[in-house]
């Protein structure tokens, strides 16, 4: 029979193993991924950002401060509003400048650079870029790696030179946020898709999908015709997967890795 005794226990012992582990390899996991994708971003940046935002682009980044200065009652509370290394002064030879050293910090990282300085300078100059490069970086998954790569800053110690440094374990409460912020990701996605449309809650939504989606891949023509009693236990796992798993990112280690 299970009693609220029970569960008080299972939780308490769940959560007494969770804050027993040092989370080493979690870390050098995670840091070396987002390394990636920062140096993904940067290098496409790096090639890109003259003919979207530099002074003869298609959004100008210097004009787009301008205006910004007027809509405001002082240039420091459009800062405030806005933050960005650029305040200071902008050009294409310092943005040129901005996106080399960011590509260089983060291919740094992905190699094994571990410290708190280096995270908050990435950061920082990611931050510089989306708050001027308007529409080019007004999407959801801006601000998700702007809070990712946050957090970030803290699972080292700051001034740390050492390479994949193992003796200096994470701190929990900052792998328990980064948890928080993967859960909100999922869980959120799952809500969104309820809400929206009646297709996810008639689970058709895979009926129509592989005709519409932006970029088909080879094998959408073969998934489109699936039988739709098929295309709806799709649509029941992308549920499951999103609104029930992320649940499991808070338990003990078993159903940490089930997630």
């Known amino acids: 029979m299970i009693t609220l005794d029970s569960v008080s226990t299972v939780l308490l012992t769940g959560f007494q193993k969770w804050w027993g582990q040092e989370f080493w390899l979690t870390r050098f996991v995670f840091l070396r991924a987002l390394g990636v994708i920062y140096f993904v971003a940067f290098l496409s940046l790096f090639n890109q950002f003259k003919p979207l935002i530099g002074q003869n682009g298609l959004l100008p980044a210097q004009l787009f401060l301008q205006q910004l200065n007027k809509n405001f009652s002082s240039k420091w509370v459009a800062m405030l509003q806005h933050p960005t290394l650029f305040w200071v002064h902008i050009s294409d030879q310092l943005m040129w400048l901005f996106a080399l050293a960011f590509v260089i910090l983060s291919a740094a990282v992905v190699l094994g650079l571990s410290n708190g300085i280096t995270m908050l300078i990435l950061w920082v100059l ?134």
């Open 126 to 259: 990611y931050l510089s870029f989306v708050h001027i490069g308007q529409v080019f970086y007004g999407y959801g998954w801006e601000s998700l790696l702007l809070e990712t790569g946050f957090l970030s800053i803290f699972l080292y110690p700051f001034w740390n030179l050492q390479w994949f440094p193992a003796h200096h374990a994470p701190p929990k409460l900052i792998m328990v946020l980064l948890l928080w912020v993967l859960f909100r990701n999922m869980f959120g996605a799952g809500l969104i898709k309820l809400r929206g449309d009646a297709v996810w809650t008639d689970l058709t939504a895979l009926v129509y999908h592989f005709e519409t989606q932006p970029i088909p891949n080879p094998l959408s023509w073969f998934f489109h015709h699936l039988p739709v009693p098929i295309l709806k236990v799709g649509v029941i796992f992308n549920h499951v997967a999103e609104l029930i798993v992320p649940f499991f990112l808070f338990g003990p280690r078993l159903c940490r890795h089930l997630a």
